[in-house]
């Protein structure tokens, strides 16, 4: 949910009306109405799984986990929950793994010919987890902040692994190419793209 939430429902809308079938997953708080936009679009019937990037509560978070360790989400995680806290942290390793096995447990029942991240960052490093772990390919529509504003840790995996990459500008492009390289900006992996 974001000013880009309308334009990603009129997006979807359209491929719906061209026989595509959908789920979401959405790794961002619906903080601003965000699920409106649903019904707004007429998208009511579209699976979706919302997880949001903190648990509210210390006792929020526990629930989770224990949910999760007693059967709510039989599915592996990309990392192991001992993995998770040992990189992140107590708290954000707890809710990383709780989260990418909720994602894989609905991605696994949604059985998708293809994942689309949009932003080359949070979205597109769960869907490469994802395709690591289930075999799913995963495109990702890159915008300009992906590159030049904050770009990803997971960047150049990111790249790397893709099985398309959209940038959504002629200047992404040429970063991504090195046809340019402006002064200031992140220097982008090298990388071959078919």
Known sequence: PSIFTP???????????????LSIVSLAPCDDGGDAYLDEFGLTNVPTLQVT??????????????????GGAREPAHITMTQ?????????GLHEWVASKKVVAFVRRQNPDVLEAHWATQAASMAMKVKHMLGVPFT??????????????????IVLNGDAIFPVSQFLVDLLTKAKQPEGLPTVPDNQFD
Not at 84 to 92: D, I
């Open 84 to 92: 998770a806290v040992r990189s992140k942290g107590m708290r954000q």
């Open 53 to 70: 990037r903190q648990h509210e509560s210390d006792g929020q978070l526990l629930h989770d986990v224990v949910e999760t360790l007693v």
């Open 7 to 21: 334009w990603l429902c009129r997006e979807m809308r359209w491929r719906i009306a061209r026989g595509h079938e």
């Open 140 to 157: 990702v529509t890159m915008h300009g902040g992906d590159l030049y504003r904050a770009p990803s840790p997971s960047l150049p995996k």
